[in-house]
């Protein structure tokens, strides 16, 4: 039998899976959520009873949920060689469903129409996941070893981080620096682009604090609001001053841009004292975080001896990790999959997202971000193609090889 007969057989066992594993809410405690405790069992369960035989559970501890841990499973296939493995990391949980008018249909339940499954997380990661598993599939149902041994990861806490996912199970050394590892968390809707890189993530959380007035009296307190605003202008300007451009990268240049706001006073003729707002900014590999937060320490001196202000600020998420190179071994093989199986030409680009894969680079291991898909991640009455599942699951049959 074919990849291709074996995935076309097994489409009411993807549909099967795909509706167990949203029936289950694995939503962060940030999120509202409990964790993905009760996912990861019947994710554990259902592998148990399709053949996986090797079956790792990684806990790490979280008193935010009810089950004190954030559970992540391996999945092996045992292969001839262990010189080298072949990684597939998906993650198992999902963010919030967000405003619920906006669905269609209960984001819980799977609802196929058209060749698509909709639900939450059908796609962010479900689609990866279950891609790798029926790959795996194919070795396991039809006796056949895979040269090198197969190690499928379905990790927590992506969505929040992966404090209490990836990153731990990177410290504990479960990877080693010569193994292939493919992420199917961020593609295209043809399959073509290959992640190799990632921009620098930094968020800011900056806290401008003044003294509070009346709105007539601004003589007579120091205007956190004025302030802030002024220093958002000013970081929004790094782009300016960090501005080298490259093309690996859409958009081609670092991004350094406002979002979030807290609620400062409660009636227009106040003067607050305090102001908090947020940046979100993605910087070119090129240049550090370090230089990036000297800049920032200037400005907000700036700022401060202008109008009088005290500022700090907290960094809630940090992340800067070389690129995977196009000639790596991973990347290479990834691309002659894609090109043997489905005669696409693959590009190699650079994302201002962030995955896992970041975690990785940073200690030496070279990985890849790869998927097909319509890239319906957080989006209401988010689908999943089950073409695109296929034809993923048939280019990692051959990636296994």
């Known amino acids: 039998m074919t990849p291709k007969e074996f995935l076309a057989d097994k489409k009411n066992e993807i549909v099967e899976l795909q509706t167990l594993l949203t029936s289950i809410p694995a939503i962060a405690p940030e999120g509202g959520g409990d964790g993905e405790d009760k996912k990861a069992l019947a994710l554990e369960n259902w592998l148990k009873q399709k053949g996986f035989e090797k079956i790792t559970r990684y806990e790490i501890p979280d008193e935010r949920v009810s089950a004190k841990v954030r559970p992540s499973l391996l999945a092996e296939v045992p292969g001839q060689k262990d010189d080298f493995c072949i990684w597939v990391i998906a993650h198992i949980d999902v963010v919030p469903v967000g405003d619920i008018k906006l669905w269609n249909t209960n984001p819980w339940e799977v609802v196929e129409k058209d060749g698509k499954l909709y639900g939450r997380g059908v796609e962010d990661n479900q689609q990866g996941l279950c891609s790798a598993v029926f790959a795996a599939l194919y070795y396991l149902e039809n006796n056949i070893q895979p040269e090198h041994t197969i190690k499928l ?38 399959g073509k682009t290959i992640e190799i890189a990632e921009k620098n993530l930094l968020w800011l959380e900056i806290s401008v604090e003044g003294k ?89 001196r700036e700022v401060e001896n202008k109008y009088g202000v005290k500022i700090s600020y907290k960094t809630p998420q940090k992340s800067q990790s070389p690129a995977t190179k196009k000639e790596a071994p991973v990347a290479q093989k990834l691309a002659q999959c894609i090109k043997k199986v489905h005669g696409i030409e693959p590009e190699f680009i650079g994302i201002g997202g962030g995955t896992v894969g970041a975690e990785l680079r940073r200690e030496g291991i070279d990985a890849v971000v790869w998927s097909t898909l319509d890239d319906q991640a957080h989006q209401p009455n988010e689908y999943c193609k089950i073409e695109n599942l296929c034809k993923d699951a048939e280019t990692l049959i051959e990636f296994f090889k």
């Open 153 to 190: 990861l379905f990790a927590a806490d992506e969505e929040n981080g992966s404090l209490f996912g990836t990153i731990p199970l990177v410290k504990k050394g479960i990877f080693h620096k010569n193994d292939l590892v493919l992420i199917p968390d961020g593609g295209d809707t043809q």
């Open 212 to 300: 509070q007035t009346h709105g007539s009296r601004p003589d007579s307190g120091a205007n956190a609001c004025l302030a802030a605003s002024d220093l958002t202008v000013r970081l929004n300007n790094l782009e300016k001053y960090f501005d080298k451009t490259d093309d690996l990268f859409e958009p081609n240049y670092s991004t350094f841009q406002p979002t979030k706001r807290l609620a400062n006073v409660d009636s227009i003729n106040i003067i607050p004292g305090k102001d908090v707002f947020c940046m979100d900014c993605r910087i070119l590999p090129c240049y550090t975080l370090e230089e990036v937060l000297k800049k920032t320490d200037e400005i907000c």
